[in-house]
Structure formats: structure tokens, C-alpha cells
């Protein structure tokens, strides 16, 4: 149950694959802190709601395509963050320039998801960086430690799969999140969806 006080925060799911949909809300319904405060399946019926929404999660790739103009009108309602299988790229950009405060892969661990969620209605806002931005950071060692990250998402099975002692794998990581700005292990593990294609 959610601590007395404690905001809950309410979402708002665009998505017109109905598994996906129907899996969001089935899953945040049960999930402490959080409300479904809608799903729709598209951007037009996304703005017509009139339930209070503190952020939406929004599949980049729905039947009829997203324009910056919509995201930047529903951020005028509420956060939003992009979520999508779909590579970051230009047509991706064009819609965090228009002020969506985040960007996640479908493929995020459901508490990167959360954690995402309650982050960026804390008024963070989680922009990936242009392209090669990750590796124009990170030492050669360090940028393979984060890319295995991705694969893996535990620095065990990172050491495992480098031939590199857990101890030098941690010590690498330490470093990545400096470089990176990110302070928890989680939060570096959404930096890797996040930048898959850095």
C-alpha cells in the first residue's frame, strides 16, 4: 500500500497494440504509487482526455504517426515520455525537441520502467545524448563494460561474458557512471536502453 501522504501518480497509456496496453494497465492498477488515469491508442483521443494525468507513456509507432506538434500540446497537459522498440533517430529527436522529457526501449526491465516514470514526475527530464555521445566519454574498456551492461544487466554476468574479474567490472562502472552522470546502477542500466544505439 502507498504511504500515507505519498502522491500517487497518475498515467496515461498511448498504445495501440492491445497486449501492450492491456499489460500496462493491468500491471500500474497493481503497482504501489501509481494510477491509470487512461489508454488510448491514439495521439487525437490522448488529448481529449479529461481525467488528470501526470504522465504519459507514449509508443512512438502507432497506426497514424506522432507529430512534434501533438507531443508538444500534450506536454502542456502533463510529462511525457516516448516508449518504443523503434531506433533513436531523427523522427525520435524531432519529438523530444518538442518536449518529451524521456525516451525508453520496450525492452526496459520493468523497474527501469518505474523508476523512469517516478523520475520524470520529479520534473527530471531523461534525453538521450547524440549519437556516439556515449562512447566519445568512455575509455574502450569502459564503453565494452557498458554495452555488455545492456545484454546483460548484471556486472556478474558482465564479468563473465568479458573475462574480467567482478572487481574490475565494478571499478569500471563506478567510472562509466561519473563520466555518464548517473548515480545508481539502475539508473545506468536505463542509460544503456536508453542509448542503445550510440
Do not use: W
Not at 516508449?83 to 522529457?101: I, K, N, P, T
Amino acid at each position: 500500500m502507498a504511504q500515507a501522504g505519498a502522491r500517487v501518480i497518475r498515467l496515461l497509456f498511448v498504445d495501440d497494440h492491445p497486449v501492450v496496453a492491456e499489460g500496462l494497465v493491468s500491471r500500474f492498477r497493481a503497482t504501489d504509487g501509481f494510477a491509470v488515469a487512461g489508454a488510448v491508442t491514439t495521439m487525437a483521443q490522448a488529448l481529449d482526455v479529461t481525467a488528470k494525468v501526470d504522465v504519459a507513456l507514449v509508443d512512438v509507432q502507432l497506426e497514424v504517426l506522432t507529430t512534434p506538434a501533438q507531443v508538444a500540446a500534450l506536454c502542456e497537459r502533463c510529462r511525457v515520455v516516448l516508449f518504443s522498440a523503434r531506433r533513436l533517430d531523427a523522427y525520435v529527436r524531432s519529438l523530444l525537441d518538442a518536449g518529451a522529457a524521456g525516451f525508453l526501449d520496450k525492452a526496459v526491465p520493468l523497474d527501469v520502467l518505474d523508476d523512469t516514470l517516478r523520475r520524470v514526475h520529479a520534473g527530471q527530464r531523461l534525453l538521450p545524448l547524440q549519437p556516439d555521445g556515449v562512447r566519445s566519454k568512455l575509455s574502450a574498456r569502459e564503453y565494452e563494460v557498458y554495452r555488455a551492461l545492456a545484454a546483460c544487466q548484471a556486472p556478474k554476468e558482465v564479468a563473465a561474458k568479458l573475462g574480467l574479474a567482478p572487481s574490475t567490472v565494478y571499478c569500471h562502472l563506478e567510472n562509466v557512471k561519473k563520466k555518464l552522470g548517473v548515480h545508481t546502477l539502475q539508473e545506468l542500466v536505463a542509460h544503456t536502453f536508453t542509448h542503445r544505439d550510440s
